[in-house]
């Protein structure tokens, strides 16, 4: 059975930066699309962004595209989030997830997930 962290969340102002990352254990982690998303109190968990497993291709919600990017290193079996320009709407807990196979942005698509790590951006 995977197991995900999330580490890396944190305070930071408007416009600041975040590196989110996840780090995998047990699996075969270079076989996993992988991705993130976020949920605010009181919301639906919402797509942030995915990547294939060997990251060749990665994918965006229209919210952070070109402020955020996702990254894996399959030899370390971490993924990670780069964020930049960050605003106070993006604050959220951020969830790590993996196995996804063709909708990427669906949750229920994904086989297991961290605990989550929260981000708040503060104005």
């Known amino acids: 059975q995977v197991q995900l962290v999330e580490s890396g969340g944190g305070l930071v102002q408007t416009g600041g930066s975040l590196r989110l990352s996840c780090e995998a254990s047990g699996g075969t982690f270079s076989t996993y699309g992988m991705g993130w998303f976020r949920q605010a109190p009181g919301k639906e968990r919402m797509f942030v962004a995915a990547?294939?497993?060997?990251?060749?291709?990665?994918w965006y919600s229209d919210s952070v595209k070109g402020r955020f990017t996702i990254s894996r290193d399959n030899a370390k079996s971490t993924v990670s989030l780069e964020m930049n320009s960050l605003k106070p709407e993006d604050t959220a807990v951020y969830y790590c997830g993996g196995g996804w196979e063709r909708f990427y942005h669906a949750p229920a698509e994904y086989d297991f997930w961290g605990s989550g790590t929260q981000v708040t951006v503060s104005s």
């Open positions: 990547i294939t497993p060997r990251g060749s291709n990665a």
